[in-house]
């Protein structure tokens, strides 16, 4: 458009719209424009109050959308945080400019502030948002739904109606009111308040040309949700890869080998989330998200499986573009795709299965689809639960059910039972497990000889494999108290020196306390000191003395207590501390004799001073009983340990059986020696 052409602009006919048409008009003194004054929804409805979120999104801009779909106008002006999501067909924000002050203040007789404001005091507001945040600070204030432009609102403290009212302080300012301001209010505002926006037809670029000088999105990044697939880096898209490699900042959870991230020179922050462990909310997350794009990073949010399913993307992908971020999705391999390719169960079959359904395990109300094979993710605390809830639909109690634990990883484990089985189990199985049910598991549970694998298990204890079939325990390393306690009970004795008590076993709590209690010390000895636990087993022996960790390792072996302390670290380094004067650092770390130096070496290298005290000692029994190899299926290692004393016993490690391994250090020593073989 040639800036000799008047632009026709349409807004709403209050005083401080007209003033914000004259602040965006303000920098472009070269612009003609006519401006036809149109009474939005809103501004005809008074009486309708907005504290019960029932009015529609347009309701302060639906005439002025009109007025641009008709082509009666070419732009509209409107506060950003009018705008209703998504915008009408057609239409889009050709600029954003930038806010003059989100924060709300809060206008007052006799000028008080809110703690001075007496119990039941009348406090007005339109915003369901501010009504939520005052009743946080205040809850034995009384919140009145107000409507009408600034004075009419401040008119009603002024005659005694209300007692005080929020309203933005950007309004205030605009409409030359800042005397009338008590005080400025700690409360989260909308992340577009303060903004103004002009909105036009799409493609028209002319227009957008005219207002580019000031459109602030121009210095914004975007943010790319990728699916990382089921959690092998080797299932991640080559588009998703790219990604990654472009980022500036990268926001990741539990689904996903975070080691694959440490080759990338992107910031990197976790945000994981799993159910009743939640280490960020998703609204914090969504928070996070729009900050970083708009300090102008390149933003990448890495998601489990595929960010289209079960996976918050729509949530994310709302609240970003709402707020005006740019945001693109790469989908990944979802879980229940890989699942079926890795154990070889198609999800669909000619003469078994036309119809699939992926179901949340976790939901408020367990859903039973009519499909003849169901996918529950994230279901491992329900699984009685969905398999009554098939039961009683009419499933037939034999109706084959495969489990299916951190599906593509190392690890990864199948468990193969049925609907009836299943309705009654005790078992615990590991997390994440994601089942699939139906006729077409029938396909490989009926040939498949899970159940009924005999099991050798080498570790002190068989309990957690059960499970998997019938377990012969034969233990390849016994424990007993160290035989060295005087360094024990020295810093047992100076425990207030250090921050951090970190325990990777159950072992070392039981003999940790033990020594304890034998000082005549118990656990109020502990007293500010963060207790961290490798993970659940660990955390269940320290429950057994009273304590519930302050940290437990999201993955648990040694891997997982660095990737948790560097978290603890960057959080640190967040932080000022006051007067600069940093916490103490230092780590008490009771452990086995044979313990690996990972742990130690990775903590001074993050910059933590850890003290190693030997608590417990491992070694191989005096008394081993060799097993007959042939009768076995499988062979469970739990430490090097049992590696090491296996190999001692029987010379080598049998090829014809199945290893199963716990930890990432483990199956490190399994890999090692199948490598000398080679």
């Not at 950007?170 to 909308?190: N, Q």
Request: glycine share 6%; net charge neutral; with cysteine.
């Amino acid at each position: 458009m040639d800036k000799s052409q008047k632009i026709r602009v349409v807004a709403r006919g209050s005083r401080l719209s007209l003033l914000q048409v004259e602040e965006v008009f303000k920098p472009f003194p070269d612009i003609d424009y006519q401006l036809e004054i149109l009474s939005s929804l809103g501004d005809k409805n008074k009486q309708q109050s907005l504290l019960d979120g029932s009015s529609p999104s347009d309701f302060f801009t639906r005439e002025l959308d009109q007025a641009l779909s008709t082509d009666r106008a070419d732009i509209a002006i409107h506060s950003a945080k009018d705008l209703p999501y998504p915008l009408p067909a057609g239409l889009e924000v050709i600029a954003l400019f930038n806010a003059s002050d989100p924060s709300d203040s809060l206008v007052s007789r006799e000028h008080l502030t809110l703690l001075q404001l007496p119990a039941g005091a009348r406090v007005g507001t339109s915003s369901p948002m501010r009504k939520k945040n005052l009743q946080k600070l205040r809850p034995d204030l009384t919140v009145v739904g107000i409507r009408g432009t600034i004075e009419e609102r401040i008119a009603l403290v002024d005659k005694g109606e209300i007692d005080a009212l929020i309203v933005a302080t950007c309004a205030l300012k605009r409409l030359g009111l800042e005397s009338r301001i008590a005080e400025v209010l700690p409360f989260e505002t909308h992340p577009l308040q303060g903004f103004l926006a002009i909105t036009a037809l799409l493609h028209r670029e002319d227009l957008r040309t005219l207002f580019s000088a000031r459109e602030i999105r121009s210095s914004w990044g975007k943010v790319t949700l990728v699916g990382f697939g089921p959690g092998n880096p080797d299932f991640l898209t080559l588009a998703g890869e790219r990604a990654i490699r472009e980022a500036d900042i990268l926001f990741y959870d539990d689904l996903l080998d975070a080691s694959f991230l440490d080759r990338y020179k992107a910031q990197k922050l976790y945000v994981g989330k799993r159910s009743g462990k939640h280490y960020k909310q998703q609204d914090e997350i969504n928070v996070l998200l729009l900050e970083a794009a708009r300090s102008g990073k390149q933003v990448v949010r890495l998601k489990g499986g595929d960010p289209m399913i079960f996976a918050h993307a729509g949530e994310e992908i709302e609240y970003l573009q709402s707020n005006l971020i740019e945001v693109t999705v790469i989908p990944g391999i979802t879980t229940a795709s890989a699942l079926a390719a890795l154990s070889k169960v198609s999800l669909t079959h000619r003469d078994l299965s036309s119809s699939v359904a992926f179901v949340s395990g976790h939901s408020t109300h367990l859903q039973v689809p009519e499909a003849d094979t169901l996918v529950y993710y994230m279901g491992a605390s329900a699984l009685s639960e969905i398999a009554r809830s098939l039961l009683q639909q009419g499933r037939p109690s034999e109706t084959p059910v495969l489990l299916v634990y951190n599906v593509s990883r190392q690890d990864q484990q199948e468990f193969f039972t049925t609907l009836g089985e299943l309705q009654s189990t005790q078992t615990k199985y590991p997390t994440p497990l994601i089942a699939l049910i139906g006729k077409v598991v029938g396909l490989r549970s009926h040939s498949a000889h899970e159940l009924t694998k005999t099991i050798l298990v080498t570790g002190t204890s068989a309990e957690a494999y059960t499970h998997l079939g019938k377990v012969t325990h034969t233990p390849l390393i016994e424990l007993s108290e160290s035989s060295e306690k005087v360094e024990l009970a020295q810093q047992i004795a100076q425990l207030d020196q250090y921050r951090y008590l970190l325990f990777t076993s159950r072992y070392a709590v039981r003999y940790f306390f033990k020594e304890l209690h034998a000082l005549h010390k118990d656990t109020r000895a502990l007293k500010g000191i963060r207790i961290v636990s490798i993970g659940k087993v660990t955390s269940e022996e320290l429950n057994k003395q009273g304590i519930t960790p302050d940290l437990q390792a999201e993955i648990e072996d040694s891997y997982g207590v660095l990737a948790l302390f560097q978290r603890e670290k960057a959080q640190q380094n967040e932080v000022q501390a006051p007067n600069g004067v940093q916490e103490t650092q230092n780590i008490l770390f009771p452990r086995s004799n044979l313990a690996l130096p990972i742990i130690p070496e990775g903590l001074v290298a993050l910059g933590y001073v850890v003290h190693p005290v030997v608590i417990y000692e491992c070694r191989l029994p005096a008394q081993v009983e060799k097993v007959d190899l042939t009768r076995i299926h499988s062979i469970v290692f739990t430490s090097p340990s049992c590696i090491d004393n296996f190999l001692r016993i029987y010379g080598e490690l049998p090829t014809d059986k199945e290893i199963i391994v716990r930890g990432r250090i483990t199956q490190q020593r399994l890999n090692e020696l199948r490598y000398e073989k080679i």
